[in-house]
């Protein structure tokens, strides 16, 4: 089952990131899975290949993910401590293969954050019914 924009007017025009989002308004509960990818593949290339090591989002590209993704984390006002100025990619400092999302503090400080885990308090929120056995089949670690 793929979606196709022709389908839904609403996703012409949108961010990559807001058409993964909108794949939730449509494939109802059965089409979690497809959803979660459609954000995934925008998230993906974000890590991968659209920013070097170091380099802060674009305005845009913060915006969706503080939005949509920091706003979920169920420590997202921690992470943020005492404001946020910018979200940067960079590699992680203990395990240096993984790259990863850091927010950057007002204060100059700046910690990472699991898009996994803004992901799975996501699909706790609008899927309460099917979340848990959801992020149990496809997350690899079942950690909130």
């Known amino acids: 089952m793929g979606l196709k924009p022709a389908i839904f007017p609403e996703y012409l025009g949108r961010s990559d990131w807001d058409k993964g989002f909108l794949c939730y308004e449509y494939v109802g509960l059965q089409g979690i899975y497809q959803s979660v990818k459609c954000s995934l593949v925008w998230l993906t290339g974000l890590l991968a290949d659209r920013y070097m090591d170091g380099e802060r989002l674009t305005v845009e590209d913060e915006k969706a993910v503080v939005e949509k993704l920091l706003a979920f984390h169920p420590h997202s006002e921690d992470k943020i401590g005492c404001g946020l100025d910018s979200i940067m990619v960079d590699r992680h400092p203990q395990f240096r293969q ?47």
């Open 98 to 144: 993984s790259r990863c999302l850091f927010v950057i503090r007002t204060d100059g400080g700046w910690i990472d954050f699991s898009y996994q885990k803004c992901l799975r308090a996501y699909i706790r929120d609008k899927y309460p019914s099917h979340a848990e056995r959801f992020i149990r089949e496809h997350f690899k670690r079942s950690s909130s």
